[in-house]
């Protein structure tokens, strides 16, 4: 059901004049249009073009994207970073459903401020983040030599950074909090006689999780697994800085045609590219949620 | 821009505040420094809008032609430039900055591209870009991260004599020795400071870096480093004032870039940032000789291209 | 024997409101037992804490003579219909009712099975596949009545559980859960408004008013012998005169009333002479007389009411002008020649008249 | 009520406490550092006395402090901004044919989805096609247009979630659509919009590649940031970095305080 | 003269489901009109379609005279009691009774004095400051009723208005509700599961069945003359005996049935003898004898059940097996006698048993 019932669907029926009405559609899809479709619909003609000698040949051709398949090792990189963000959506996506459901299970009173507490990072530049993490886990960082000090190692550990698992481990942290909130805000709105009707039906804890829980959040899973691989799929700043000889990402590729490449039908061929795999990737949690049956 | 005011894009330490302060002071003109992290985010934005957001612009050596080609920077009037005297004679013929009949950039910062090397490692100096590929220091050489300077430098490590023109044989002898190099790393790094943060957290004995500021910024922290322009050469970088093509306000612009030129400001910036200034013969940067002053190169797309297949390889 | 559950002094408070107290109700095996009293009166504060769904602030809760204290919501073998359906909107009819048993681990087919049997029970065969939202209110209560029962738990609590339902859905469940009660000896703890209902169904009845205890009994007996004007007047209707308790001979006394001196009979101990009292006379015992005897109490015919089987019949007595008196009569054609403004002789038999002590 | 579950608790517990400190150890560090001050004596790590030398630094950097300033403003417009137009998104979303929500729904996202080097290069192109200068506005507008689909993903979620019976309620007792949204719709997303505009706050403030393509001579402070690690960040970067945290989590409690929703607001 | 409401054959759907087929109702003004209706029949919609809250596949809706297709929801001169309350949880309920009011601008003074009032009138004078969660499931109705009714609209739609309140609370309310009807000139439009609640309360009684009218009338002639099977067995309680027409005097008609030749009056046009047709006594009507005269209607008693004021009595007649005859008596002690498995001659007056086309 509807919040707001309108005339549009076979909803009730409602006075709106036509000024009204077009004035409606045209702020919300006008205004997407204007600034968002507009601008960037450039970019897609763009990548139908090519470089020659340094200029550009404004002639229709998909002599890009068959570069991307068949020249230098962009699907490679690309397949790699596609690999690398959806691990960290599966293990961000995890984590963020058990921390959502753990600050669900806490009084009305505290919850807000449990989950603000998980938010707070974000207001700390990731650029300063990722040099603090690369301060505490570096061979000579605050981590190792705290060990060292306690006398617990004595040699410093040296495979915490500049290694994929060290992307993994920064992408994870710096985008948890994305996951977090829209999870938790799903849950937030499960009737609380649900619970109460699903124990007395013999329901463990666990089972609520499973039946309860996890089906009525999933709308905020979704969104957090959108949030996370497109975050994590575009992001090229943290592998570069974290994960060292690894740490080569398809968005660097594409940002890399636009500099003194410049090389931006390539780029712009990428950047599509790059695209439709977050559009299906949002299409594909769309299709999750197709069964929603809401009160 | 209004008429009193002077917009720059520049790299952090190219416009102090001090200086900024002063020249407004002295001027009326107000100054708005748009600082970048980078020569490629640089281009991209000067591009996007064809120049009209800046007034003056440094831009170095081996990008300049593609500013000007892209019409992004338009030719210098050497009639305004009154501070052009000022420069040492080395730099008076702003040859590196001069193609087509015209010139695009006045000389303002220049260094090297040499090897920083931990002096415990190394009681002597290694003398040849070759220490960073032996396996003995597999996981300790960290190198700069930039498609067209990793080239020339692989290009000089092989010995090739002009690293800005390399023929298809010798780009993939580049990339190949390159590649090799990356099972030695332990990681790129990006910027001087990436390079003296990773240095100091990490046990790294060598690195092919950003320049002077790597080795004093380490020094200061208190790590014992030296840097050497090894027997095959360094790239030697060179930063240049352009007026952006885009400008309406070339008083403004011109007037920046006299006061910039002074010789007060080129020791400052010396002294605070351990840029080589282009006005004043600067302390200890004696091989300025043994540099190959960066060029255009032959093709820049071909070059981003080999690069990320470098970084792609496994 | 001992009861199959026990709530012993039990009391409840909301911050500063007390909303149970001293709350003490047995239930026996395979007992049908309907709480009945005035809204808000803490009739589902007791089945939550029965069901596990709220804590308590003082007395215990026994089951089979061991403590519930420690016992989770799932691991008691009750099961509840919410008095506002908990329904889950994410599944369909048969899973809302499969449910209990999948956490049960039940094989699919036996499922499947059993939420066919169970929905053609409460008349909702067809409707396996719709979602809640789909559903009338009345087709919800069912599916709530159906996910509880599925589980064949050794109790059941029930609030409210037949009210959006028409008389004769009504009448079909009421016999449902007679027949289920029988069938399973399971126990209910049943929740209504509706006295016939309770009346018809229960074994045993507790009113509760204020978070207290009333009276207790089976239905017959509360009925014609409530102790307390409060469940005089709430269970049935009730003719309520005060009046003052002149003399007593036996049981049966003479109250002195505004209207003359009225005869009742006491239940229990007899009042002390000048006590005040409240005597109570139900609607269906009152006698009408167009020819009245002399001395016998006149009223005047205020409101005739058709209610369908019976007619309500509202007099007013000069002495008693706040309160008109209720008289049913079955509508079958006895009271043809009633007339409003009408003068009637009103009588009835002193055993028919409760005496009350005045609260 | 709650169903009650040491063991799911425990574990929960376990893996909220072990998020807490991933999430928080390089925000300590980072205090720690603007306090302390990392000091090596020929290699070997020390820490320098404690000092508030940065903070001092700080209050007289007036470039970094300028940036700040301009980053608060772009933040709170853009975020503001921001919920609105994905509150109105939302709502149109669900009461507009389905086709032209998904249409919309696309275009709002796709700046979301491409990469911000695509997103600010093309709004700067179309900002110097309609030769529109460069400045605070546009970095406005190039932060709303990405976070907007953050914020409205957010809100959808919960706007979905709500259920119409209290909207028809509102509409019954004779609210305009206004009075509905303002008294019901609105107060019953405030965890949504509360959390959403914090979250648009956070991604604004720390907004880099789309902004870099769409300032003008504004700086903000990540981009100050960006350019400034070419050659190391002052110490007082640290101390910034610090104050901006207190500052939040000091603002968060309050908000969280007065949030307090009446006892047992439970369904 | 024009009615104030009028719904004129309207349709509606849900997916295939067609849940309202060819609605034609008028409200006049100042009229309780009682939809009735088993669950499921579409009641709630006819509602929620007169409230604006769900739109129709067919016919029109007029509001003296205007058609209510354009009119916006909050500017229909209406307001509704929700099924399930629908109450604001965030708001306290002060707030949710005065929102109407607020919404409208009143100054506060005045809303919080009317909020009060209506508060008072509802019984929950004191709980202004609870918020929904709070509250019991009768009070929450209460806020519901009072909200609805604080802007003295000229139609108030009531779902079920009083399904979750006690006998005695329920009165009261059924009086205030007649009472606002007079004073205030309001229209209501009612449903209720409560028959002696409808028949009381109503002017008109509309009887819908599958998304149809089954019949419509004042509560007296539906209850004595319904015209249809279904209205006979849903409104009240019915005896249906299956007989075949034999031959009619008038009104007065034979009827062949298994417990043989009984007799019945036609209310409207005689069916042809020889049709099929079900003869309907109501259990208030039907007469006990226990020493039969001769060829009387002999019937054993299967069941006596008490239901406080009346006692139902159920029979089992040996040529209909199927069914048990149900007798109503006043329990006045009339009935003390009784066994069961006694066996009693029963009777009716021809005109109290309606003949009516088997369906
Ligand atoms: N969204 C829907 N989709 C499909 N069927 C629906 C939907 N909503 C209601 N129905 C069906 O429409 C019919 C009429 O529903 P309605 O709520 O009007 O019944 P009602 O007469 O109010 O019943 P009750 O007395 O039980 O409240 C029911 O059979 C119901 O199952
Ligand atoms: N959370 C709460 N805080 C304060 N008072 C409450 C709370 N919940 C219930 N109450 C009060 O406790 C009393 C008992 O409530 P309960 O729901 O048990 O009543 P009830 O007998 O079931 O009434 P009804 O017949 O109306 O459903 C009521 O007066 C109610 O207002
Ligand atoms: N911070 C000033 C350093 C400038 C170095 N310019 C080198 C350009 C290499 N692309
Ligand atoms: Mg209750
Ligand atoms: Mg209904």
């Given at each position: 059901m509807n919040p707001m019932p309108s005339s549009a669907r076979s909803g009730p029926p409602r006075r709106r004049g036509i000024a009204r009405d077009l004035l409606w559609h045209g702020l919300n899809l006008g205004l997407p249009l204007l600034f968002v479709v507009l601008p960037i619909l450039s970019f897609v003609l763009v990548s139908f073009w090519t470089l020659k000698d340094g200029q550009i040949v404004h002639v229709l051709t998909l002599a890009n994207y068959r570069a991307f398949f068949t020249e230098g090792s962009y699907l490679q990189v690309y397949l790699s970073t596609l690999a690398l963000s959806a691990q960290v959506t599966l293990i961000n996506v995890v984590l963020a459903t058990a921390i959502a459901v753990f600050i669900f299970r806490r009084t009305p009173r505290t919850r807000f401020l449990i989950l603000m507490s998980f938010m707070l990072p974000l207001f700390m530049s990731y650029i300063i983040k990722i040099y603090s993490i690369r301060s505490i886990l570096g061979q000579r960082g605050l981590l190792n030599e705290g060990l060292l000090a306690l006398g617990l190692i004595d040699q410093p550990i040296e495979a915490l950074l500049f290694s994929r698992t060290a992307i993994f481990i920064a992408l994870a942290v710096l985008y948890l909090p994305y996951a977090i909130l829209p999870i938790y805000l799903a849950l937030d709105r499960i009737p609380a006689n649900y619970l109460a009707a699903s124990a007395d039906l013999g329901a463990t804890p666990l089972q609520a999780l499973r039946d309860i829980v996890l089906p009525l959040g999933r709308p905020g899973i979704a969104a957090g697994a959108v949030f996370t691989f497109i975050l994590t799929f575009g992001d090229f700043v943290t592998p570069q800085m974290v994960g060292g000889t690894q740490g080569f990402t398809f968005g660097r590729i594409v940002f890399s045609q636009f500099g003194l490449a410049l090389n931006w039908p390539l780029g712009s061929a990428l950047a599509v590219i790059l695209l439709a795999t977050t559009l299906l990737a949002v299409a594909l949690a769309g299709l999750t949620l197709r069964r929603e049956h809401v009160r | 821009g209004p008429k009193g005011e002077v917009r720059l894009l520049a790299y952090e330490g190219y416009a102090d505040p001090a200086w900024v302060e002063e020249f407004e002071k002295e001027t009326g003109i107000t100054v708005k420094v748009t600082y970048v992290g980078g020569v490629d985010e640089q281009i991209a934005k000067m591009k996007a809008s064809n120049g009209k957001d800046y007034d003056v612009v440094t831009v170095d050596t081996a990008s300049l032609k593609a500013f000007a080609d892209q019409k992004l920077i338009a030719p210098i009037d050497k009639e305004k430039l009154t501070s052009a005297k000022n420069l040492l004679p080395d730099f008076q013929p702003m040859s590196n900055a001069t193609f087509g009949g015209a010139t695009y950039g006045v000389p303002w910062a220049w260094g090297s591209l040499g090897m920083v090397y931990d002096k415990k490692t190394f009681p002597t100096a290694p003398d040849s870009w070759e220490v960073l590929w032996d396996p003995r220091f597999k996981g300790k050489v960290i190198s700069l991260d930039d498609a067209n300077n990793d080239i020339n430098f692989g290009a000089i490590a092989l010995g090739i004599k002009d690293p800005f023109n390399l023929t298809d044989a010798q780009l993939a002898q580049v990339k190949d020795k390159l590649i090799a190099l990356k099972k030695n790393l332990l990681t790129y790094f990006a910027g001087f400071d990436e390079g003296t943060t990773i240095w100091s957290e990490n046990d790294v004995v060598l690195m092919f870096s950003m320049g002077e500021l790597a080795a004093i910024n380490l020094q200061k922290k208190g790590f014992d480093v030296g840097y050497v322009i090894p027997k095959e050469g360094a790239v030697g970088w060179l930063d240049n004032l352009t007026v952006s093509a885009g400008t309406d306000n070339t008083d403004a612009a011109y007037a920046w870039m006299n006061f910039a030129l002074q010789k007060k400001i080129g020791a400052d910036m010396a002294k605070k940032y351990g840029y080589g200034a282009t006005t004043d013969a600067p302390q200890g940067m004696d091989y300025a000789s043994r540099l190959i002053w960066a060029q255009n190169p032959e093709d820049y797309t071909r070059r981003q291209a080999i690069w990320n297949e470098v970084k792609a390889a496994n | 024997?001992?009861?199959?559950?026990?709530?012993?002094?039990?009391?409840?408070?909301?911050?500063?409101?007390?909303?149970?107290?001293?709350?003490?109700?047995?239930?026996?095996?395979?007992?049908?037992?309907?709480?009945?009293?005035?809204?808000?009166?803490?009739?589902?504060?007791?089945?939550?804490?029965?069901?596990?769904?709220?804590?308590?602030?003082?007395?215990?809760?026994?089951?089979?003579?061991?403590?519930?204290?420690?016992?989770?919501?799932?691991?008691?073998?009750?099961?509840?219909?919410?008095?506002?359906?908990?329904?889950?909107?994410?599944?369909?009819?048969?899973?809302?009712?499969?449910?209990?048993?999948?956490?049960?681990?039940?094989?699919?087919?036996?499922?499947?099975?059993?939420?066919?049997?169970?929905?053609?029970?409460?008349?909702?065969?067809?409707?396996?596949?719709?979602?809640?939202?789909?559903?009338?209110?009345?087709?919800?209560?069912?599916?709530?009545?159906?996910?509880?029962?599925?589980?064949?738990?050794?109790?059941?609590?029930?609030?409210?559980?037949?009210?959006?339902?028409?008389?004769?859905?009504?009448?079909?469940?009421?016999?449902?859960?007679?027949?289920?009660?029988?069938?399973?000896?399971?126990?209910?703890?049943?929740?209504?408004?509706?006295?016939?209902?309770?009346?018809?169904?229960?074994?045993?009845?507790?009113?509760?008013?204020?978070?207290?205890?009333?009276?207790?009994?089976?239905?017959?007996?509360?009925y014609r012998r409530p102790r307390t004007p409060?469940?005089?007047?709430?269970?049935?209707?009730?003719?309520?005169?005060?009046?003052?308790?002149?003399?007593?001979?036996?049981?049966?006394?003479?109250?002195?009333?505004?209207?003359?001196?009225?005869?009742?009979?006491?239940?229990?101990?007899?009042?002390?002479?000048?006590?005040?009292?409240?005597?109570?006379?139900?609607?269906?015992?009152?006698?009408?007389t167009a020819n009245p005897a002399p001395g016998a109490l006149l009223a005047e015919v205020a409101e005739i009411r058709f209610l369908g089987a019976n007619i309500l019949i509202e007099l007013r007595h000069p002495a008693l002008p706040d309160t008109l008196l209720k008289v049913r009569r079955l509508a079958d054609g006895g009271t043809t020649g009633l007339r409003i403004g009408q003068s009637l002789a009103i009588g009835w038999a002193a055993a028919d008249a409760a005496l009350l002590a005045a609260s | 009520m709650k169903q009650k579950a040491p063991l799911i608790d425990a574990l929960l517990g376990l893996i909220a406490m072990a998020g807490l400190i991933a999430l928080y150890a390089p925000l300590v560090a980072v205090a720690a550092l603007s306090f302390f001050q990392i000091l090596r004596v020929r290699g070997v790590m020390g820490f320098a006395p404690f000092s508030l030398e940065p903070y001092v630094a700080l209050i007289a950097n007036g470039e970094i402090l300028a940036a700040l300033a301009t980053s608060l403003i772009v933040a709170v417009v853009a975020s503001l901004a921001s919920l609105v137009l994905a509150l109105m998104f939302a709502f149109y979303f669900v009461s507009a044919r389905r086709g032209f929500g998904l249409m919309m729904q696309v275009m709002v996202f796709l700046p979301f989805l491409l990469p911000p080097i695509i997103t600010g290069l093309s709004l700067l192109i179309a900002f110097r096609e309609i030769e529109f200068s460069r400045g605070l506005a546009t970095i406005i507008v190039g932060h709303i247009v990405f976070i907007v689909p953050v914020v409205y993903r957010t809100v959808l979620v919960r706007l979905q979630l709500l259920g119409g019976s209290l909207t028809e309620a509102s509409l019954d007792l004779g609210a305009s659509q206004a009075q509905t949204l303002i008294h019901v719709i609105l107060p019953q997303m405030r965890p949504a919009l509360i959390s959403g505009v914090l979250l648009a706050f956070a991604i604004s403030f720390d907004e880099t590649l789309i902004t870099l393509f769409v300032a003008g001579s504004e700086t903000t402070l990540p981009i100050r940031l960006w350019a400034m690690m070419r050659v190391g960040f002052v110490p007082e970067i640290n101390a910034l970095a610090t104050l901006i945290l207190v500052f939040t989590a000091v603002i968060t409690v309050a908000i969280g305080l007065l949030q307090r929703s009446p006892a047992g607001h439970a369904s």
């Open positions: - | - | 024997m001992q009861p199959l559950l026990h709530l012993e002094n039990i009391s409840k408070r909301y911050g500063s409101v007390r909303v149970l107290d001293g709350i003490d109700i047995t239930v026996a095996d395979n007992e049908f037992l309907t709480i009945l009293g005035p809204s808000g009166s803490g009739k589902t504060t007791i089945l939550r804490i029965i069901g596990g769904f709220e804590g308590i602030d003082g007395g215990r809760l026994m089951f089979e003579g061991r403590d519930l204290a420690s016992v989770p919501i799932n691991r008691r073998p009750f099961n509840t219909v919410f008095q506002d359906y908990a329904l889950f909107h994410h599944m369909n009819v048969a899973e809302n009712v499969g449910y209990g048993l999948k956490v049960r681990g039940r094989p699919k087919a036996e499922i499947a099975a059993k939420v066919a049997d169970v929905l053609e029970t409460v008349g909702l065969g067809a409707l396996g596949a719709r979602y809640p939202a789909q559903l009338s209110g009345g087709q919800r209560q069912r599916v709530a009545l159906a996910r509880a029962i599925i589980c064949e738990p050794r109790l059941i609590l029930l609030d409210e559980p037949l009210s959006a339902l028409d008389v004769e859905l009504r009448a079909q469940m009421q016999r449902f859960l007679k027949s289920l009660q029988r069938r399973l000896g399971i126990a209910f703890v049943f929740i209504t408004h509706d006295q016939e209902e309770a009346i018809a169904l229960s074994d045993r009845i507790i009113v509760v008013h204020r978070g207290r205890i009333e009276q207790e009994g089976a239905p017959e007996q509360l409060f469940t005089a007047a709430f269970l049935g209707e009730n003719n309520l005169i005060p009046g003052t308790l002149t003399s007593a001979e036996g049981a049966v006394c003479q109250v002195e009333t505004a209207a003359g001196r009225l005869q009742a009979t006491v239940d229990g101990p007899v009042p002390s002479p000048g006590s005040p009292v409240l005597l109570a006379v139900r609607p269906e015992h009152i006698t009408l | -």
